[in-house]
């Protein structure tokens, strides 16, 4: 598998990363704070994660159908070890870098339960295709 393949197969993953790295890096300013719904940033990080997640693995589609269990197994670890760092990394992101945003645990917890999820529905959808 040379490199054209690999980035051909990572554009999904790569451009919904590219959406989530700017929707963090907008200032704090530009967002609504509702107050009546407790939470609902952290569903947004949830989905944007499950998303990411699932765009990852959506690009290796067709070798994660026709390969072994272990071949799945490592292209799952890998879209999760990425997610959570990427995750962890856009919170520190906000925390420093992104005026009138701050870097939360929970949100983190979110962003990698949305990735952990996002890995589970792929495999679910994609474990017995052919």
């Known amino acids: 598998m040379g490199l054209e393949k690999i980035t051909k197969n990572s554009y999904p993953g790569i451009l919904c990363g590219i959406i989530i790295l700017i929707l963090t890096g907008f200032p704090?300013?530009?967002f609504p704070h509702p107050k009546p719904i407790i939470g609902l940033d952290k569903v947004v990080h949830f989905l944007m994660y499950a998303c990411f997640?699932?765009?990852c693995l959506w690009g290796y589609r067709e070798?994660?159908?026709?390969?072994?269990?272990?071949y799945k197994k490592k292209a799952m670890l890998i879209?999760?070890?990425?997610?959570?760092?990427?995750g962890g990394l856009t919170e520190l992101m906000q925390n420093y870098l992104v005026p009138?945003?701050?870097g939360d645990w929970l949100d983190f917890l979110a962003d990698s339960l949305g990735v952990l999820v996002g890995i589970l529905v792929f495999y679910l959808f994609f474990r017995h295709k052919k």
Do not use: E
Not at 63 to 70: G, L, T
């Open 28 to 30: 704090g300013s530009l």
């Open 79 to 86: 879209t999760l070890a990425i997610g959570v760092a990427y």
């Open 53 to 55: 997640a699932f765009a």
């Open 63 to 70: 070798p994660f159908v026709f390969n072994d269990v272990a």
């Open 100 to 102: 009138q945003r701050t």
